[in-house]
């Protein structure tokens, strides 16, 4: 049987599994036709660190370990020759799993399959950059990934194959992205003898339930502690570990990694003043209920427990924020 040519395209650490799937899969795994990744696309080398040296993304890092053919281009929209090299693989499909770059209609037809996405999230809820965080900030009871055929259209394509997990009270964006890669190697997998044969049609997303993902940024992690302990202690995992929620202590920045809510509980003090401070944690007053910050990170340190950082400081009666 002739092999199924695959081009990937990924480029951070959520898109490794993925890779890793398919190469996996080309040693064997029943069910799936032959496969050949035939290039993997990726975006080009950052400065990374203090020192600001460039840094191979992990995608590139996993494929040169097992001798694949790497594409860096620094776009694919505006450079003809860059699709032409693409179409020339003549691959049979491309996979594409948080590459960071936009794909022109003239890539998504160059394959004989088109391209595949796999998204982390239920679409339509959740389309764009961020669906991991978004769903954690918004409550949502569960997440998921979907493999989907992609369109001109953000996220807009139809969905071939979607897989749910339940988001559970103490998950953190590190733990949904972790998972959530994971899962959605597997989906690739099933989803990819449908894919090949053609016995897998897509199944259009519906208009009406679309919700959009916007991208992070760090304006949004100061914490307002006039919102609801329940509200923060979201925003605190959705943002574990980018971009961090943090809140000021008198001219300090604090970064909140890690927190306890009890929504009920009444208080009359200010929203932001720490009412209590001890070994298990610093019960902070919210909009509504009690927060309890249980490991923080002071400025030019790291991470640590409550109680070491209060080896260092006192904070009754403080306001933060």
Known sequence: MKPLRIIFAGTPDFAVPSLAALLEAVVARPGLPPLEVVAVYT???????????????????LALTHGLQVVQPESLKKDPDAVARLAAFDADLMVVVAYGLLLPVSVLEAPRLGCVNVHASLLPRWRGAAPIQRAL????????????????????????????????????????????AALGARALLDALPGIADGSLTPEPQAEDQV???????????????????????????????????????????????????????????????????????????????????????????????????????????????
């Not at 975006?43 to 590139?60: E, I, N």
């Open 211 to 321: 919700t959009y993902a916007h991208k992070l940024t760090k304006d949004e992690a100061i914490i307002d502690w006039h919102q609801p302990a329940e509200t923060i202690g979201r925003m605190i995992r959705a943002y574990n570990p980018w971009p961090v929620a943090q809140t000021s202590l008198d001219t300090e920045t604090l970064r909140v990694w890690e927190a306890d809510v009890d929504p009920e509980r009444a208080t009359d003090a200010p929203a932001g003043t720490v009412i209590a401070a001890g070994k298990s944690g610093i019960e902070v007053a919210a909009g509504r209920g009690v927060l309890r910050i249980v490991r923080l990170q002071p400025p030019g340190k790291r991470a640590m427990a409550v109680a070491d950082f209060l080896n260092a400081r006192s904070m009754d009666g403080v306001r933060l924020g």
């Open 43 to 61: 975006q080009p080398d950052r400065p990374a660190g203090r020192g600001r040296q460039l840094q191979a993304s992990p995608v590139k890092t």
């Open 137 to 180: 900030l918004a409550g949502d009871p569960e997440t998921g990934v979907c493999i989907m055929r992609m369109e001109a259209g953000l996220d807009t394509g139809p969905v071939y194959h979607r897989v749910a997990t339940p988001i559970g009270p103490r998950d953190t964006g590190a733990d949904l992205h972790d998972r959530l």
